[in-house]
């Protein structure tokens, strides 16, 4: 008889900000440190959702945002405890592509329906393919599949892995992923192991910091963050990409991708964007020479 392991039970904090259309940009960069974040438009405001773990961080930022006329107004509630993994497991949203049917249950799925399975369990870590972002990098990876063959691939910010193992099951190739998030990594290696997938190395490092990965570069990088991440990033996603090589960015909304892009354009021109719900994810290939 083999033992069953209770799911951690995590307590969260939730605190919502209502901010206005001019203002949105600088509150989420403020708080783009914090994966568990949402944001969406009711009527004429932005509301920001952010969960966290540690009320002391919670504190810090109500006390750096409450003199600010920036944001409208505010709330914060405690979250009950409650076996997050369990709900999730039990609500089993089916994400479907071209290619992939991901879900949190398996065994409640008709494996017929598409050509690749991901079993992504609910957790702590970003990435269950739910959210826009998620969902519109993996259609630019399909997209990208259909013409193109890479022999070096980065995921980078990974999360829960979710893109890694889109990029494996598609390319056959080896796939370098990383996080600086101790939360990724953990649940990274329980969803390698669920999926049966070998051919995958998580690297924890801050962006391109890691000694692993300082002297590769990629024929594509995938990066699913946020918009204030990716363009810090530039310089060094730059260094690290071959010509010709391609980039998906992903996790910026629509009214974003001009912004974004006037400083990827210096290098890299761009292929393709998919849209949806306020939400877009951006296909660059690199033109090899310096404008």
């Not at 998620?134 to 259609?139: C, D, M, S, V, Y």
């Not at 990876?141 to 889109?166: M, P, R």
């Not at 992923?177 to 049966?196: G, V």
């Amino acid at each position: 008889m083999t033992s069953l392991k209770k799911n951690k039970i995590v307590k969260f904090l939730k605190i919502i900000f209502y901010v206005e259309d001019q203002n949105l940009k600088e509150i989420i960069d403020l708080f783009s440190e914090f994966h568990q974040m949402s944001w969406f438009k009711i009527n004429s405001l932005w509301i920001i959702e952010i969960y966290h773990k540690d009320e002391v961080d919670i504190k810090k930022i109500l006390k750096s945002v409450i003199p600010s006329s920036k944001i409208k107004f505010y709330n914060k509630e405690i979250i009950p405890d409650k076996d997050w993994v369990l709900k999730g497991n039990k609500e089993n949203i089916n994400i479907k592509t071209e290619f992939f049917l991901i879900t949190q249950n398996l065994s409640i799925v008709n494996k017929s329906e598409k050509k690749y399975l991901l079993k992504i369990p609910a957790s702590t870590a970003f990435g269950t393919g739910t959210h826009a972002s998620t969902f519109l990098a993996i259609k630019s990876i399909e997209f990208l599949y259909k013409f193109k063959n890479f022999n070096t691939i980065l995921d980078l910010g990974t999360g829960s892995g979710i893109l890694s193992f889109v990029l494996s099951k598609l390319t056959k190739k080896d796939i370098l992923c990383s996080d600086f998030d101790e939360n990724s990594k953990s649940n990274f290696l329980r969803n390698k192991k669920i999926n049966f997938i070998s051919n995958i190395k998580f690297v924890k490092s801050y962006g391109l910091r890691n000694k692993e990965l300082k002297l590769k570069k990629f024929d594509l990088i995938v990066a699913n963050i946020l918009l204030n991440p990716l363009i810090k990033l530039f310089n060094s996603i730059n260094k690290h990409t071959n010509d010709d090589s391609y980039l998906i960015l992903s996790g910026i909304l629509e009214n974003q991708q001009n912004q974004l892009y006037s400083y990827y354009s210096y290098r890299y021109i761009l292929v393709k964007k998919f849209t949806n719900d306020n939400w877009t994810t951006l296909i660059l290939k690199k033109n090899g020479k310096k404008s």
